[in-house]
């Protein structure tokens, strides 16, 4: 879900930005357009003051009739001479104060000179405007017939220019000519043509790059993410591990101080109770059978904190060597079979997979593995079997108990491995606990594989790299059956 969602914010950013990248372009295109469009005007516009001025200054030097700047129709013929250069469709001209003083031809609608107009006028400077479509009316009275079919006139080319003396920079006038402005309009479509196709090569390419550029930088961001994801969990898991390390050694300290009083006591005890139940047989009392049981529990006790003992030494000692998958089912074979014959159960030990392991985790291995077997014992009703399992999976090693049980109740499935949860009665629930915290400690897992009305499976998994060997050719060893008594 995090992923996606980081995806989808990479769409989204990435839309963004090109939405605003090809924003960008087309506004710059579009003020780009209009100061094309404009110098194109400006151009025109100076061309016909310049053709204009040179028929005037043409004019005057070859002696013909005098012409006076400042005559309204001295200034008219002189326009009129200019129209026949250019393509002039209709001419108005003003004073230097705006008025209409006389138009051509005789029907052209008279009209008075804007005021921005005539201040760019006294400037001297040319106004120049175009008309992509013009009513007849705003031309002509009465208005002349149109051209397109729509009632309009074609594009129309307006430029107004200053009329002025040669040598006294004075407005004394100015002329209005409308032109025919379709090379203007062909102009001005080559040019819209041009400019959408460079503005939109300039989008495909510059934003095909930014668009690289982003999701390249979106991903080095997810994956710069993914590992930081993967080493807070790192971090928080070692910090778990810390934290049981700490824990386990307290309980290491308390278990050293809870052996080093018991062994006296329980050695005691053991004599004690088989020294009654021999009294106890011998003078035919029926209390023999309870003393017996005492010490035979007090032996297993002894037992138990022998092995726990001998464990804390190797840990602390500078004893190493290897067990093999072998040695160690030949170790748990010699410590369950008892039990197993005495609940009136089969034991299997199936070895499909070769590997050793130091001593030191073989120990804790071979602990884990007693406490589950034990367990499977427990659940499993006489005449029935309890496997042992060694197999290769993937890369990890296997080893799996299996029982022939009721299976566990579904409502505590979740707490397993919680201490103070147990289905035995009376029961403490840290066995199993114990035996995650143990498995933990080396980089190992236990987990409840199968629960049903066949049985549980319950598996210790180690990794490839808690093996010293963990190459090799299966091996398989035979069961062992204990045949019920």
Known sequence: MAAWRSRRLGFLVTGFTLALFAAAVLLVSLRLRQAVREQIL??????????????????????STPWEIDNPMDQLMMMLDTS???????????????????????????????RADLESLIRLETVSRFHPRTEP???????????????SWPALLEVIIPIFP???????????????????????????????RYGLTVL????????????????????????????????????????LQAKMGAVGALTANLLHGLKNPLAGLRTLAASRSGEARNGGSSDDGQWRDVADAAGRMQELVNETVRILREENGVAEYELTFEEMAAVLRERILPLAAQAGLELQCLLRARGAMSNREANLVLLILENLLRNAIHATPRGRQVRLRIYRRATDTVMAVEDQGPGIPEAIRDQLFVPGQSTK?????????????????????????????????????????????????????????????
């Open 166 to 196: 040669k040598d006294d920079p004075r407005l004394v006038g100015a002329a209005q000519f409308f032109m025919d402005g379709s090379s203007i309009a062909e102009e001005f479509a080559r040019l819209d043509a041009h400019g959408w």
């Open 42 to 63: 400006r151009r025109d516009g100076a061309v016909l003051s310049a053709v204009a001025l040179m028929q005037q200054y043409a004019d005057q030097e070859e002696g």
């Open 137 to 151: 009316a705003a031309l002509f009275e009465p208005a002349g017939p149109s051209v397109d079919p729509d009632g």
């Open 425 to 485: 009665p009376g029961g403490t629930g840290l066995g199993l606990a114990l035996s995650r915290a143990l498995a933990r400690q080396m980089g190992a897992e236990v987990r409840l594989e199968h629960s049903g009305d066949d049985g549980s499976v319950f598996a210790l998994i180690l990794p490839a790299d808690r093996l010293l060997d963990p190459a090799g050719a299966p091996a398989n060893l035979a069961p062992e059956p204990a045949p019920p008594p």
């Open 84 to 114: 026949r250069i250019e393509d002039v469709l209709a001419i108005r001209l003003f004073d230097e104060n705006g008025s209409i003083q006389a138009v051509f031809p005789p029907d052209v609608v008279e009209t008075r000179l804007a």
């Open 204 to 243: 495909g390419v510059l934003g095909g790059a930014m668009a690289a550029a982003l999701g390249w930088a979106f991903q080095r961001m997810q994956h710069a993410n993914r590992l930081l994801a993967e080493r807070s969990s790192h971090l928080a898991l070692a910090n778990q591990q810390l934290t």
